[in-house]
């Protein structure tokens, strides 16, 4: 969900994931991993994010995190997740105005959604914001989507992240290249 990329990925399916999985655990068992789920948007696949949390849950894991836009929290996803050994959610969310978020994401859930969902679940929720030159980009807009986090979604954990300058001829996209280019904000 990072970035677009010009080589080639390889997908495999949640049960090949969930092996796989299973196996770099038992590799690295000695050092007590942490695992991140991210996506793509991992909460579109509920039974197969399901499937990942079961072998998390079999192992000893260090702070299971889910990295999600919120868009599959529902009532089901959440009470699995609350059963599981899942200590943190990191929402990414961009703007606090719906529009503006949807804009920037291409899509995405609203502030209603994730104000019903977030408190559901057990986990400790952060939301993350990256900072993107005419969008969220001065002090008064920081202090906003702050305010936006603590008032609209009771979330009291806010981290905000500042753009990587790409290298061109990389093996990111000039697409993603550009619109980083064209956004960064000087702290």
């Keep these: ?98 529009v503006g978020n949807r804009r920037i994401m291409n899509g995405g859930v609203t502030s209603k959604w994730l104000a019903d969902s977030l408190p559901k679940l057990k986990a400790s929720v952060r939301v993350q914001c990256n900072l993107l030159a005419g969008e969220i980009d001065t002090y008064g807009e920081i202090m906003q989507f702050i305010a936006y986090a603590y008032h609209r979604l009771g979330v009291r954990i806010v981290a905000f992240a500042q753009l990587t300058p790409l290298p061109r001829g990389s093996f990111y996209d000039q697409s993603v290249i550009d619109y980083c280019s064209a956004r960064l904000v000087d702290l």
């Design 1 to 98: 969900c990072i970035c677009n990329v010009t080589f080639p990925r390889r997908c495999g399916s949640y049960p090949e994931m969930a092996k796989w999985l299973e196996h770099a655990l038992t590799l690295c068992a000695p050092v007590q991993p942490s695992v991140q789920i991210v996506g793509g948007e991992p909460t579109l696949y509920p039974k197969d994010l399901a499937a990942l949390f079961d072998v998390i849950d079999a192992n000893t894991v260090r702070r299971p995190v889910l990295g999600t836009n919120g868009y599959g929290l529902d009532d089901v996803l959440v009470d699995r997740l609350n059963r599981s050994s899942l200590e943190h959610v990191n929402i990414s969310r961009h703007h606090y105005n719906d």
